[in-house]
Structures are given as C-alpha cells and as structure tokens.
C-alpha cells in the first residue's frame, strides 16, 4: 500500500514531527494533517505488516498530541481521525444490518476424494478441462462484513442469519487493522461489502484466559468463541482491550464511481485479496496460492496442514476458491452455498469419549474443582484424559453424567473441553454427579457465597491449601525458589520438615542431608536459592502470598501503595478501591488477607526471618515543589499516564492518598473523572485541578 518512496517520506515527516513534539512546536493547523498520515502508516506498519518502524512510545506521543489538538480545535476533528476509534460510554444494542448480498457458507470437505468429486462438477458445469483455483487458508473466527463508502468505513455488522446481522460499527473500529478510511476512490470504487472473519490470536487468547483463570472463572473454550464473544460486548473499551485482528477475503459488493471503469484487479478472486490488500486490509495475499488443477491444491492444504500449529492465530482448514470472478457467477449457487468455493477441514480437533469419573480438587485457595476423568483418547496428536469443569454450574449446563459419552475438543495447544454430553446415546446405567458437601482432604464443611460459582474448602489449614500456597510461593514467577519444586515440598512436608511459608526458611538442613538423593551440592544450591529469594521485590512477595484474585500487576499496584507491606492492615475498603485497576472484589479479598490475624503473623514471622516487607522507593521522601502537599488522580489525563503522574509527585516530595478526605490538598482530575471528583467538590478545602495546573505545580 505504500510505496518505497513513501515509506521514506512518511519516515521523515514521523521524525519531523516528533522533534515538534519535543519542542512543543506542533502546529494544530498545519500538522494535524501531517499527524493523522503518520499515525495511520505506523498503524499500518504495526498491525497489518506486523513491522512496526517507530517505538510504542513515540507512536503514543504523536497519539496523544493529536488528541490534545482535537480537544483544542473541535472544528478539525473527522470522523476518521485515527482517535476516533475510542468510543465512550456503553452501547445500548445492536440494531439489525441487512447484508447486500447475503452471506452463505461453504460446503464443507474432510478428504482429497471430496476435493476431487467437487472439483469434477465444477468442470462439467463450466464445461472446463481446468479450473484455476486460489487457495488460502480457513481462518477460525467470527465472520464480520464491512461495507465502505465514499472511501469511509460505513458500517460493520455480523453475520447473523446470513441475511441480516448485527450492526457492530463501533465494536469494529475498536479493530486496529480496520481501516477507518480507504482509497476506493482511487480504484473507481464508490462502494464496496466485504467479507471476513475476526480472531483473537493465540497469545491474545491465552493471555486473556489467564485472566479469568486467576479470577477463578471458567475460560473460554477456543480462540472462536472468545472473538465472537468480544464482538458482542457492550463496552467498546473493553472490546479495544481484547485485541482482536480481522483479516479480510472476499469482496461480496460494490459500485464503481460514475463513468469509472471495472479495475482490473477486480477480475479474479486473487487480484481482489491483492487490491484489498492495497488498500491497507490485512488480506491473505502472503498465504494464498494460485493452482491450476485439483491435485495442486491438495498437496498444498497437506502443506499448509503441517505449519497449522505454527501460525500465530487458529485455522481450521483451508478454502478453495474458483478463481475467475465470471466463472465464479457462471457457476453461482445452491440454496446453501456458492459452488464456485469448497471449505477442507483439517483433521478434527474433537473426539467423543467415556467420562469414567469426576475427580474434586482442592485449590490454593480452596476452591473445589470438578475434574473430568475420561477414557484417553487422542486429539490433534495429544492423548486426553483429564479435563478441568471449573465449577458445578459447568456439570449442570452440559447436562453431564457418569458413564456418558461426551464430546471432548482442544484447539490448538488450549486447553482440552468438554463441548457436550450425548444424552441420546445413553444405556439407563449411567449415574448423577453428586457434588460433595465436604472437603474431599480436610472434610471441613464446603461453602459457597450467594456472588461465586465455586464451593469453597475455608479451612486454611487444610492441607491440600497449604501445599499448594506453598508451591505458588516458591513458584518460578513468585519467589523463584529453584530446587524447591512441587515434590520436594511434598516430600519435606510428609516428613514433618516444612508445614507453612515461614517454615521455608527454617528448613532442618541437618536431617535433610541425611535424605537420599540430597547431596552437599544439592544442599548448598537450595539454601542459597532460598537466601537469595530473601531479596526478591516486594511486588514479588505480595504476589507470592497467593492472596485472592491479586495477580502479578495488581501486586505492583500493591507494592507500589505502601511504604511497609503490614500498612495494608490500615487500610479501608475504600482506600483498596481507590486504587489503581483493584475492583470491589479484589479489594474485598485484600482486606480479607490483611485483617486475618493469621496472615498478619506469618508476615510478621517472615519479616523477622529477614525478608523485605518494605518498599525501599517509598522510603526516599524526595524534597521538592510538591513538599508536604496530598494529591489523587482520578479519571483520564489528558497527557500523563496515571502511574507517570503519581511518579512526579513522589519524584517532588509530594504524597499520594489513597482515598478522597479532608487530608487530601489537591484533586488532580482528567477525563471522565467519577465519583471521587463529586465528593472532593464537598470539600471546601481540597483544590481541584486539571493536569496543567498540576504540571505548573510541580515545575514552579
Ligand atoms: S469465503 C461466500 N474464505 O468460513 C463465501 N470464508 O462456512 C464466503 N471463513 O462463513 C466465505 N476463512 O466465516 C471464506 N478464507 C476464507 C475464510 C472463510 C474463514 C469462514 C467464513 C464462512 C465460513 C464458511
């Protein structure tokens, strides 16, 4: 899409206008143009070429310097503007969005004989010795159509009953590698429907699971799942979050301009992948091949069958399509599907097998899992025999119970699935799951809270707890204590050696060594691992008491809060919430962990045994402009990230406050600020300010 030339030009003017940036030199008038440009092509860079050309930072700075005029100059602002993808507040619903052409599928193929019956009536219909295919690959996601106007992005919509979706525009743009504008106008185009699927990649996808894991949710099935999901989702930021990617495939529509002709790119399947690709879709242009024959497309869906688990995102197969545009209408459909194009679908990634039995374990923090037991059986080159149900609603959706044949999937390297259970192909023998009222290791009583799906084992002695906090303490991301792992920790704790986290650092070396297989070398590895792990961040150590929803960023929010780990027994709820990215139910989980006289003691324990509970930064009180004054940010600044502007106050003497008070001197308030700025007004005394005052403050 952009030339050589171009991408020079583009890099200079990028460099150009970062200096501006610098220099507070930026012109609204004059370089707004020039801003937009820039960031549309490192947008480009970025997420279509995957070959970004400037840092993360300096793309934000333009970002943000752009914004700042458009919140200046509201009279410049087009509905293109690469800020216009941000959309505020929530969206009330999705209102119908009739397709121009409807959207079919595809016949599905599993073998090369399907592949050779379909492409033998293709030949006799288009009375053809050959038929030149394009072939690329069948991308597992959520089907979306774009329709362009007038070189804009019109409208985006699901597929819906494949007549009429769902208008999603506002969720589409939230997209990075859709266009907001394109230049049809420079290929005679006035209109144009396209079609393609929307994915979360892989990375994405888990990173995304991990989350919900950690806040003890069930995750979702399959990258599919979570983009089609993501699309529905009411809260644009939220969807922005996911980052989600489109690759666009097929052109259904358009209309040229008046008098213009028919551009050539536009008379085969493969020229329109390359014209989208133009101009500035993510198009499958790189993956898609041209074969004249069957038997030429059937060694490169075996090819491409191979690189499958490669790829950063889920195919499932590969699509063929008839590759001359006028042979595609000659051709034209069925009720169901076109009959110029054929799906071939990889080898299935689902299998049915027996559930044998449900397993409950006990987690860190006392949930109780359900485990599938299920006859092994192997999928895409993995044998299954176990599968997590996360809570008993789980049970209960699939309807599932022992001695059922169920359907068992696993995309990719996710984790494996139940999809459902069979019930038509039950015998009468087979049992009800029955959930346990007791723990199945400590048997203390389970209980479950009306806001929660899990049963819960509250006993925190329970000795399945206590193991595993242990080995979450010791583990690679917490305290990254080598050498102490799972078995060894199991090991010493049956042998009476090590019962809690502090007894970590009492180990009785003397008897250890006396153990087989614990050689002096072995020994002075593992002390010196644990005396080393004495020196880990505090972030770390929050992170390894394994409190309740508090993953590794919100123990940097946490460590960053406090000047001693213990003032978290100080803190109100209120003051928890206040904090940055902790919602009420994390704050509830802290508090929890900072008033249970228990987990005061072991902190107490480990503090004397000379971990460090302190937050070193905290203690250097800088002097500065900002000396002896009280400050809190709420909602978005126009410039400074939160986390950048709570550094300045530190770096300048000041102090921040968790909470809004009589204490506080100054509310520092940005976009959106909410409730704490309503009641900071009540307080004659606090100063609310906007980040510039707040700039001038610090640099006075
Ligand atoms: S072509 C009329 N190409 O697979 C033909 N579809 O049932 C339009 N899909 O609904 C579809 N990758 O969501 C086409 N490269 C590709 C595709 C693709 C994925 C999806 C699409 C469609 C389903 C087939």
Not at 221 to 243: F, H, M
């Amino acid at each position: 899409m952009y030339a050589t030339g171009q991408t020079k030009s583009l890099q200079q003017l990028t460099t150009a206008l970062l200096d501006k940036v610098k220099k507070e030199k930026i012109s609204p008038k004059d370089d707004i143009a020039g801003l937009r440009e820039a960031l549309r092509f490192h947008e480009y860079r970025y997420y279509i070429l995957n070959d970004p050309l400037i840092a993360d930072f300096e793309y934000d700075q333009l970002y943000k310097s752009l914004e700042k005029i458009e919140a200046q100059h509201p009279e410049l602002l087009t509905s293109d503007s690469p800020t216009m993808r941000v959309a505020k507040g929530l969206t009330k619903e999705f209102p119908p969005a009739p397709h121009l052409v409807p959207m079919l599928s595809l016949e599905n193929s599993y073998n090369e004989q399907d592949l050779i019956d379909w492409d033998r009536k293709a030949r006799e219909l288009a009375k053809a010795n050959q038929i030149e295919y394009c072939v690329e690959p069948k991308f597992d996601g959520a089907s979306i159509s774009l329709i362009y106007e007038n070189d804009l992005l019109a409208r985006g919509a699901t597929r819906g009953n494949g007549v009429t979706g769902d208008e999603i525009t506002i969720n589409i743009k939230q997209i990075r590698s859709v266009p907001l504008s394109v230049k049809l106008s420079e290929y005679g185009l006035q209109q144009i429907e396209i079609r393609g699927e929307v994915l979360l990649n892989k990375a994405n996808f888990k990173k995304y699971n991990d989350q919900l894991v950690e806040q003890n949710l069930p995750p979702l099935a399959n990258p599919r799942n979570a983009a089609a999901g993501s699309l529905r989702i009411k809260d644009p930021k939220e969807v922005s979050r996911r980052n989600l990617e489109a690759f666009l495939y097929h052109i259904s529509h358009y209309a040229t301009l008046p008098g213009a002709p028919v551009h050539k790119l536009l008379e085969t399947h493969s020229g329109s992948l390359e014209l989208l690709w133009e101009l500035g879709f993510r198009s499958p242009v790189k993956e898609k091949q041209i074969f004249k024959g069957i038997e030429a497309v059937i060694k490169y869906c075996h090819e491409f069958e191979e690189k499958r688990d490669d790829l950063p995102y889920e195919i499932d197969g590969m699509v063929i399509k008839v590759n001359q545009l006028e042979l595609q209408d000659q051709l034209g459909m069925t009720t169901h599907h076109p009959r110029w194009a054929i799906a071939y679908k990889f080898a299935a990634r689902q299998a049915t097998s027996k559930l044998k039995a449900i397993e409950f374990q006990v987690g860190r923090t006392g949930s109780i899992t359900p485990v599938a037991k299920i006859e092994p059986v192997p999928i895409g080159g993995v044998t299954v025999g176990s599968i997590s149900l996360f809570n008993e609603e789980v049970i209960r959706e699939k309807d599932l119970m022992i001695g059922d044949t169920v359907l068992v999937e696993r995309a990719g390297d996710v984790i494996p699935y139940i999809v459902k259970s069979l019930p038509e192909v039950r015998t009468g023998k087979e049992q009800a799951i029955v959930f346990p009222t007791k723990c199945p290791v400590c048997h203390d009583k389970l209980v479950k809270t009306p806001d929660e799906a899990v049963w819960r084992c509250v006993n925190i002695s329970c000795e399945a707890q206590v193991l595993l906090r242990m080995i979450h303490f010791t583990s690679k991301d917490a305290m990254d204590i080598r050498g102490l792992g799972e078995a060894i920790i199991q090991k010493f704790y049956d042998l009476g050696f090590l019962k809690d986290i502090p007894g970590i650092y009492e180990l009785p070396y003397d008897k250890i060594r006396s153990l087989e297989g614990f050689g002096e070398k072995s020994m002075t590895n593992l002390q010196a691992a644990i005396t080393a792990s004495k020196e880990q961040p505090l972030h770390r150590l929050i992170y390894a008491l394994g409190i309740r929803y508090v993953g590794e960023t919100t123990a940097k929010t946490l460590a960053h809060a406090v000047k001693h780990l213990l003032d978290f027994a100080q803190f109100s709820l209120e003051d928890l919430k206040n904090l940055e990215d902790v919602g009420p139910k994390v704050a509830g989980s802290i508090y929890q962990f900072f008033h249970n006289p228990d987990n005061i003691h072991m902190l107490q324990q480990l503090e004397a045994l000379g971990l460090k509970l302190k937050n070193d930064k905290k203690d250097l009180v800088a002097d500065g402009n900002l000396t002896g004054q009280t400050f809190l940010f709420t909602g978005t600044l126009p410039t400074l990230k939160r986390n950048e502007a709570e550094a300045l106050v530190e770096a300048n003497g000041g102090k921040l406050l968790g909470s809004v008070s009589s204490k506080l001197n100054y509310l520092v308030a940005g976009e959106e600020a909410g409730s704490k700025l309503e009641k900071a007004k009540k307080i004659t005394s606090i100063k609310i300010i906007n980040e510039a005052e707040f700039l001038s403050l610090v640099n006075r």
